[in-house]
Every structure is written in C-alpha cells, then in structure tokens.
C-alpha cells in the first residue's frame, strides 16, 4: 500500500483554500493526455488535482495514479472522484514538504509523471522553490514533469503572472530543466505548457 505524509495539509494563507473556486467545482480531464501512456504504466501524481477526473481516468488504466489538493471541499462533501477514489486523493499544501512511502518495501514512492494543470500561477512566488523541492523529492531521475500554466488575471486567484521564459528561467534556478514547451495535452485554460526533467 502506497502512503502519503506531510505536515502541511492546507494552504491557509491562499484565496484557493479560503475561498476556493476551482479547487471546489473544476473536474476536466484530456484524453489526449491519458492517452498519451496507452503504451505503458506509469506512476502518476496530479499537483491541484481539483476533482481528479484525470487520476481517476489514468487509475482506470490500470496506472499507479494519485492526486493532492489544497482545497478540501470536494473531499469532505465526497464529490467527483473523491467520492469514488478517496484512496488516491489527498489534502497538502503542495509547497510544503510532502512524501509518499510504499509500505511494501519502506521506501520512498516515486513518480515517472506528475503534472500541474493550470495551477502554479496560483503558488506564491516565495513558494515556488518549495514546490520544485517537491518535484525533485517525489520524481524519478528519468520521470518529468508537465505542466500549463495561465498568464492572465483571475480576480485574485492567479497570483504570480509571468510569460513562459520566466517560468523557464525558475525552474532552472531550482535544478529542473526544460525538455520541451510542446506537449500533447489540451489545455484548459492555459496560456501555454511546458515538459520539464531533473537536471
């Protein structure tokens, strides 16, 4: 059995858990993603799952799918697949130090995929070296990460705005590199996307 740790389950200073909006009613998931690893199992980890629609699709694959969340909401009133996969979803506060341990074995679980859809524009830019720690910690050496990212105004829930060679620039700053800003998945609501490894 796969475990989750952490000591932070939410983000209390963020808008996203005091007044949450997407993390409460958001549930989309890209096929074109899933389908992405049709070839393969992976280990997968979704980073603002929201109603992780998109673990439960990978889950129903038969990959090793997970999903944290800062908001609580939909937990606590079991919507979407909180209701359905609760074992897999968890609460944190994803710029705050977080593990998994495989109980099987008592060794850190790691993660070939984990992505971040239209969710880091909602992380302070003070955080954003905790959240790559976290990259870094809970990713294979050989796994990547991807993300989309929004660039625009959301009446105070994109809260660090920068173009893409901004975002570029940070990870690099934080020992992740990017592989390619071309990835096959349909955006939500992203300005654009970014496929990223551990340097």
Same mark, same amino acid.
């Given at each position: 059995?796969?475990?989750?740790?952490?000591?932070?389950?939410?983000?209390?200073?963020?808008?996203?858990? /005091?007044?949450?909006?997407?993390?409460?009613?958001? #549930?989309?998931?890209?096929?074109?993603?899933?389908?992405?690893?049709?070839?393969?199992?992976?280990?997968?980890?979704?980073?603002?799952?929201?109603?992780?629609?998109?673990?439960?699709? %990978?889950?129903?694959?038969? +990959? #090793?799918? $997970?999903?944290?969340?800062?908001?609580?909401?939909?937990?606590?009133?079991?919507?979407?697949?909180?209701?359905?996969?609760?074992?897999?979803? $968890?609460?944190?506060?994803?710029?705050?130090?977080? +593990?998994?341990?495989?109980?099987? /074995?008592?060794?850190? =679980?790691? $993660?070939?995929?984990?992505?971040?859809?239209?969710?880091?524009? +909602?992380?302070?830019?003070?955080?954003?070296?905790?959240?790559?720690? #976290?990259?870094?910690?809970?990713?294979?050496?050989?796994?990547?990460?991807?993300?989309?990212?929004?660039? $625009? !105004?959301?009446?105070?829930?994109?809260? /660090?705005?920068? #173009?893409? !060679?901004?975002?570029?620039? %940070? =990870?690099?700053?934080?020992?992740?590199?990017?592989?390619?800003?071309?990835?096959?998945?349909?955006?939500?609501?992203?300005?654009?996307?970014?496929?990223?490894?551990?340097?």
């Amino acid at each position: 059995m796969i475990r989750f740790y952490t000591d932070h389950l939410h983000p209390s200073y963020s808008k996203d858990y /005091t007044e949450p909006k997407g993390g409460a009613h958001d #549930n989309t998931v890209s096929d074109d993603f899933v389908n992405c690893f049709n070839s393969q199992k992976v280990n997968y980890l979704d980073l603002g799952c929201a109603g992780a629609a998109i673990v439960e699709a %990978m889950y129903k694959k038969e +990959h #090793n799918a $997970f999903g944290v969340d800062g908001s609580d909401v939909q937990k606590k009133q079991e919507l979407n697949s909180w209701g359905r996969i609760p074992e897999r979803l $968890f609460n944190a506060d994803i710029t705050e130090p977080f +593990h998994f341990i495989d109980e099987d /074995t008592n060794e850190k =679980f790691k $993660f070939d995929v984990i992505s971040a859809w239209d969710v880091l524009e +909602h992380l302070y830019e003070d955080k954003l070296p905790g959240f790559c720690d #976290n990259l870094k910690n809970n990713l294979k050496s050989d796994g990547y990460f991807v993300c989309g990212i929004a660039d $625009f !105004e959301d009446e105070g829930y994109h809260v /660090t705005l920068h #173009n893409k !060679e901004w975002w570029v620039d %940070m =990870f690099d700053k934080n020992g992740i590199v990017l592989i390619t800003d071309i990835f096959d998945e349909v955006a939500r609501r992203s300005s654009f996307e970014l496929k990223l490894g551990i340097k």
